[in-house]
């Protein structure tokens, strides 16, 4: 229904309403599948890069220095930083199905490139532009997940989806077993295999995704009200099996009105985040930098500590990565569910808080020399069991608390500002601490990670927004309603 108010045009609406009132179905499950399903990917390509850093250190393959492997992951994590902001920015610009074609397609290219590469520079080059194919990814995926799905199951498919990167990363701990024997294949040809293979695996989910329509709700926010109410009755008709013209009891449905816009410059839509939700900027900020900065110390040196601290053979640390792997997928499976049935301010803080005492105990175990290897590898385990719903529940934090216009340049934001903090700082500093040859040292590291992780716990309980079950407008109004 559309009116006029002042110099403005309006429209009011049942969509955001209607989506959410929907039964979950086949239509949302391959939703999640053809937008998901990325994440396993990165997951098994980030653990094959990880996997072959020795073997690009050989003459025969690229010769590539300590320094030129580690330059590899700072390429990657730059671009997803850029690539996040860049593509975040456009998602809510010009729509969430254009860019979640675009980014993976930017992705897909790096990846098959990175097969083709020819020296270390080519390599970074082309891990960069996979980096910011991911971060699009990030943001455009995330929003359409969230827009799609029915609020009473937002945040356990929010969280299954982020916590599936583990479920890759456990295949690509078992797919580097064959890519890099030598009695399979070549050392020359093996590397190049992994990568090849991922690309193609994905060039099946641009096919899948052609499926996937525009969100309605974004549609319907910038001057699309007729298309938006053509594909949501669309969806209507796949999972409920209303027909044509046939009418749905809309009575107990509460409508937003809305000014229709085409466009948000972009003062408009960062803004907000400096004033009208700087408390939530806050949350969002001390939720993704602090669980960033405990993953990259524990995961990125962890080869590290088993090498230096218990003698386990480098080319044994990888079997040590499928634990922690599997327990970083259970942990939002099975915990997800309960984000939307106690709410979201006590399951993250819960499992905030859990973390950061499990590591703290780990930790204090470690400094006394009690723990051996597999002990100290049950302990990070049953640490990531918590700490990877509380990690995903960051990325789901921000994508639900913030106005539909400006979503994706959210999410952008905070991963990007703590990928930068927790990243960057992170490795290198933990880095320090392992040669340094102190177990004390090292203990202290653990402590201020859990500090940190304790903190955003604390945080979450003081000011955490409870999202559960609620329609994304009710949690944060769109920057084009109508008061």
């Known amino acids: 229904m559309l009116t006029h108010e002042a110099d403005y045009e309006t429209v009011e609406t049942l969509i955001p309403a209607r989506l959410d009132c929907l039964r979950w179905s086949r239509f949302h499950s391959l939703l999640v599948i053809g937008l998901g399903i990325t994440w396993i990917l990165d997951g098994l390509e980030v653990t094959l890069v990880g ?10 393959v690229l010769d590539l220095s300590a320094s030129e492997i580690g330059f590899l992951g700072s390429a990657y994590l730059i671009g997803a ?29 790096g990846v098959a490139l990175s097969a083709l590469a020819w020296n270390g520079s080519s390599l970074a080059v082309f891990r960069f532009l996979t980096g910011a194919g991911i971060g699009g990814e990030y943001s455009a995926v995330n929003s359409a997940i969230d827009e799609l799905i029915p ?19 456990a295949a690509g701990s078992a797919f580097t077993i064959i890519i890099l024997n030598p009695r399979i294949l070549p050392y020359q040809v093996g590397w190049r295999f992994g990568f090849a293979v991922g690309a193609v695996l994905g060039t099946g989910i ?18 699309h009200a007729a298309d938006a109410d053509n594909v949501t009755s669309s969806i209507e008709a796949i ?15 509460v409508p937003i009105r809305i000014y229709l816009h085409q466009h948000f410059n972009l003062a408009a839509l960062v803004r907000p985040l400096f004033a009208q939700y700087r408390s939530r900027a806050v949350l969002g900020l001390s939720l993704m930098a602090s669980q960033a900065f405990m ?3 524990i995961f990125f040196t962890y080869a590290l500590v088993l090498n230096r601290f218990y003698g386990v053979a480098a080319d044994r ?16 499976l099975i915990l997800g569910p309960w984000f939307d049935l106690l709410g979201r301010r006590a399951m993250i803080a819960g499992t905030y808080g859990l973390s950061a005492l499990v590591l703290g105990a ?25 700490a990877s719903p509380a990690a995903s529940s960051a990325y789901l934090t921000v994508s639900e608390i913030f106005p539909l216009e400006m979503r994706s340049l959210a999410i952008a934001v905070f991963y990007s500002a703590g990928t930068g903090i927790g990243g960057v700082v992170a490795p290198w500093f933990f880095g320090e601490l392992i040669d340094s040859g102190s177990r004390e040292a090292l203990f202290a590291g653990y402590v201020i990670a859990a500090a940190f992780m304790a903190v955003a716990a604390a945080i979450e309980l003081l000011i955490g927004v409870d999202a559960e079950r609620k329609q994304l407008e009710q949690i944060a109004a769109p920057l084009s309603a109508v008061e």
């Open 206 to 223: 641009l096919y899948l995704r052609r499926f996937i329509p525009e969100s309605p709700r974004w549609l319907v926010t910038h001057g």
């Open 317 to 332: 640390t990888g079997v040590y990565l499928l634990p922690f792997a599997l327990t970083n997928f259970a942990g939002p």
């Open 81 to 109: 930083v850029l690539g996040s902001l860049l593509f975040g920015y456009l998602t809510d610009r010009y729509g969430r199905r254009k860019f979640f074609f675009i980014s993976l397609s930017v992705y897909l290219a």
């Open 239 to 253: 999972v409920a099996g209303y027909k044509s013209g046939q009418l749905r009891n809309d009575l107990n449905l």
């Open 362 to 386: 780990s930790g204090a175990l470690f400094a006394c020399g009690i723990l051996s290897a597999f002990s100290q590898t049950v302990m990070w385990a049953s640490m990531f069991f918590f």
């Open 151 to 169: 609020a009473r199951f937002r945040g356990r498919v929010d969280l299954a989806v982020n916590g599936s990167f583990w479920l890759g990363a």
């Open 51 to 60: 996997a072959i850093s020795a073997v690009l250190q050989r003459q025969d």
């Open 295 to 297: 993953y990259n110390a």
